[in-house]
Structure formats: structure tokens, C-alpha cells
């Protein structure tokens, strides 16, 4: 078993050596640091925001409740060849993921989503 586990950890292409609430402005978003970090895959889960690195964590899995700037909680560890982060917002659905010099950053709208009536459609 321990085998498995380190083979697959040697074939994960970057680290992840930080995960950190960040001040963005007056709002707050989530700083992932690293190196050799690829756009990771991304999706929700029961109301958080997790992303997918082919990475090896070097920094201590933890979760975190910043509680600040609509974030109430992260959570980030190995999971394989990954490193699991999970973010879940007070409100706000849009994720919005940016690559910057530390790594990648996400951050949240917290503007609602038109409703069906008021909905614009640019389809002809």
C-alpha cells in the first residue's frame, strides 16, 4: 500500500506549499501558493467550491474558517495524486479562478443571478 502511494505521489506535476485567506480589495479570496501548479479541475459539491491539483502537498493538510469576506470555511489535503481544496462561501455561486506570481487564486461574486424573468437571451 505505502508503495502505491508514494509511486503516485512521484507522478504529480506540481506542489502546493499554501493555502491562505487573502484581502483582494474590500472582499477576500483564497490563495493557493505553489509551484508548477496546472489549471486544476474544478467543480461543486454540496455547496463548496473544490478544486483538483495534480500536486503534492508540502504544507500541513488543515481547514481553515477565515469567516471573513463571505468565506466560512477551507479544507485542503492529499488525496492521491491530488490536493484536494475545498472552499465553501457564505453566498455567491461564481467561482472565479486566477492564475497570479504565488499560484492561483479564487474568489467569489457575491451578485445574485437574474431571475428567469428578468433573464436576457442573446439567442436567435
Do not use: C, Y
Amino acid at each position: 500500500m505505502t508503495m502505491l502511494v508514494l509511486s503516485s505521489l512521484a507522478t504529480a506535476t506540481g506542489r502546493v506549499t499554501a493555502v491562505a485567506a487573502k484581502r483582494i480589495g474590500v472582499d477576500w479570496g483564497i490563495q493557493i501558493a505553489g509551484s508548477g501548479l496546472a489549471k486544476p479541475a474544478s467543480q461543486w459539491k454540496n455547496g463548496a467550491f473544490v478544486l483538483h491539483f495534480d500536486a503534492v502537498l508540502t504544507a500541513k493538510p488543515d481547514i481553515i474558517s477565515p469567516e471573513e469576506g463571505g468565506i466560512v470555511r477551507v479544507a485542503f489535503s492529499q488525496v492521491g495524486s491530488n490536493v484536494d481544496v475545498s472552499i465553501r462561501p457564505a453566498t455567491g455561486n461564481r467561482a472565479l479562478l486566477t492564475r497570479n506570481v504565488a499560484g492561483w487564486l479564487v474568489s467569489f461574486s457575491h451578485a445574485k443571478a437574474p431571475s428567469a424573468k428578468t433573464a436576457i437571451s442573446t439567442e436567435k
